[in-house]
């Protein structure tokens, strides 16, 4: 009798494990999917603000730029408070110690990358040329910083297909319209 009550509560032990682990590995998972989410928000955003530099050449009319930059502007900055909720400030001494708790210490490199388009999306239209031309450089380079560090957040560590895991050749648009063949000009 006491063989078969050890069995059972064996069993039940380890039900209870199983139970926990399959918890914990969902709200893993859940959690992965709510960071990838918002970082395709972020990455519409930052990029959308990169387009509008890379645009400079032939600029889009100042009505456009003004709404879009409006739009970027306050969606940064919901992004960047929604993202408290993903990543928690790193205490750095009395850093922001009279702030409420969830802003106290330093933000993490993440939402540095996200509050940084929110300021230039918010100072781009009274900007002079060559601060403008200074923005573009500093929102290139967060963007790319942002899709880096959110790619090692929620990214995978392997392809699901060797083919789409190969370099590519890095093709340019002029070298591949030279190579398309006349018969196909129709």
């Known amino acids: 009798m006491g063989e078969f009550l050890a069995a059972v509560v064996s069993a039940f ?9 399959w918890r914990r590995a969902r709200e893993a998972a859940l959690r992965k999917g709510e960071v990838l989410a918002w970082s395709n928000d972020v990455i ?13 050449s032939v600029p889009l009319p100042p009505e456009i730029e003004a709404a879009k930059l409006h739009d970027i502007y306050f969606a940064t900055s919901v992004l960047a408070e929604q993202g408290r909720l993903f990543f928690k400030n790193e205490r750095a001494g009395d850093h922001g110690i009279d702030k409420p708790e969830a802003f106290q210490g330093r933000r993490p490199d993440i939402l540095d990358q996200v509050i940084l388009a929110h300021q230039i999306a918010g100072a781009f239209g009274g900007a002079d040329e060559e ?3 200074r923005m573009c450089c500093v929102a ?16 995978r560590s392997r392809t699901a297909s060797a083919a789409t895991s190969k370099g590519g050749t890095g093709p340019t648009l002029p070298s591949l319209m030279s190579g398309v063949a006349p018969e196909r000009l129709r």
């Open 140 to 155: 290139e380079d967060a963007a790319r910083r942002f899709v880096t560090l959110a790619q090692k957040e929620v990214g």
């Open 131 to 133: 601060a403008r031309r």
């Open 13 to 21: 032990v380890a039900l209870g494990g199983l139970l926990v682990a």
């Open 44 to 56: 519409h955003n930052m990029q959308s603000l990169v387009l509008i530099c890379q645009r400079r």
